[in-house]
């Protein structure tokens, strides 16, 4: 096996056959230009309104309160989702807003 090869034989080897040229167009024959055919607008669907469907939701139990190691109260948040993680987080982030101290009791199914 010879390893000279040439210039065109490398470029047939990496890109194949080089492909015929394109058909050559009569110029004598002129297209004609399709008809413009305008459409009616169709009708937006109303959206069905689906039943209510069953959506899974935790309950976050967390103990709250403004002064460190003073008087906590309860504060129970539903959130609308499987993921525990993401539903302590979102009840963490709500209870935030009105209190210093946050502590998470519980995360349990609802």
Known sequence: M????TEEEMRR??????EPPASVI????QDTAPEIVIAEPT????????????TPRL???LRVGNEFEGE?????HDADT????????EATKI???????VEVVSVKSA
């Open 2 to 5: 010879t390893t000279d090869l």
């Open 95 to 101: 209870a935030k807003k009105k209190f210093r101290f």
């Open 43 to 54: 009708k937006v669907a109303k959206k069905k309104k689906l039943s209510k469907t069953f």
């Open 13 to 18: 080897a990496l890109f194949g056959e080089p």
């Open 72 to 76: 906590m109260h309860e504060f129970v």
């Open 26 to 29: 009569d110029k004598t024959v």
């Open 82 to 89: 499987l993921s525990s993680l993401v539903a302590e987080q």
């Open 59 to 61: 309950r976050v139990t």
